[in-house]
């Protein structure tokens, strides 16, 4: 069956420009996360959806990110007048549940977002 | 505050043979999840294995297996018979519940396998 997909898998953009980065997860899965991951680092966790909503947006470094999904599938982040440090790789994540400890996350190639 | 740590940031082995990457970890929690990943040039994260923290025996998964030292806090992965196809980045997580209505994974840096033929 199809994975998590995602788009744009690059994406170049200039110092203050606004990018949304989608995410499409596996059919059924009710759980979605966001992660980024710098050059030479572990993934960092940004926010995770149950459904529509975001119980824990504990991650999110600034309000210049926000996170939103709908209909309980595709989900968008955005991150607002950006800046050179906000390039890495970001990554989604999806589970069927979210709401065991051995459930597994299932991840999307990643969007490499490189800001000018 | 919950940690990993994986102390190779690179590994080389001879094709076919057996290696071990390692993982320890910091929590005061008694209930967690220990996860490995492999990240080829890629980009995609790949599940191998997992161990849950009350699991009496170590996980197997394949050529994969899970080292599990409670005491030690120490989940190594250790790949038999390595394949060229294995030359990856390797990444060692924690699941934990966040107290916000999920389950975290908590990220080492990795370590970055080669195969050498």
């Known amino acids: 069956g199809a994975g998590v997909s995602q788009s744009p898998s690059n994406k170049v953009t200039e110092k203050g420009k606004d990018v949304e980065l989608r995410c499409d997860p596996i059919s059924g899965h009710t759980a979605l996360y966001w992660y980024r991951q710098s050059l030479g680092q572990g993934l960092e966790f940004l926010i995770y959806f149950q459904g529509n909503s975001a119980p824990d947006k504990s991650g999110l470094p600034s309000d210049r990110f926000s996170a939103e999904r709908t209909g309980g599938s595709v989900s968008t982040l955005t991150i607002q007048r950006t800046q050179q440090e906000d390039s890495a790789v970001y990554l989604c994540a999806s589970s069927p549940g979210g709401l065991a400890l051995q459930e597994t996350q299932y991840f999307g190639p990643g969007t490499r977002l490189l800001v000018l | 505050a919950q940690k990993i740590t994986q102390t190779q940031p690179g590994m080389f082995v001879q094709e076919k043979e057996a290696v071990t990457l390692d993982c320890t970890y910091d929590?005061?929690?008694?209930?967690?999840?220990l996860f490995w990943y492999k990240q080829p040039s890629s980009g995609e994260m790949i599940f191998l294995i997992y161990q849950g923290s009350y699991d009496e025996q170590n996980a197997t998964e394949g050529r994969y297996s899970l080292n599990f030292q409670k005491a030690r806090k120490s989940a190594n992965l250790v790949i038999s018979a390595s394949q060229l196809g294995d030359s990856a980045m390797y990444f060692c997580?924690?699941?934990?519940?966040?107290?916000?209505?999920?389950?975290?994974?908590?990220f080492g840096k990795g370590t970055k396998l080669s195969v050498i033929p």
């Open positions: 929590t005061s929690d008694q209930s967690y999840g």
């Open positions: 997580a924690m699941s934990l519940y966040s107290g916000a209505g999920s389950y975290q994974l908590t």
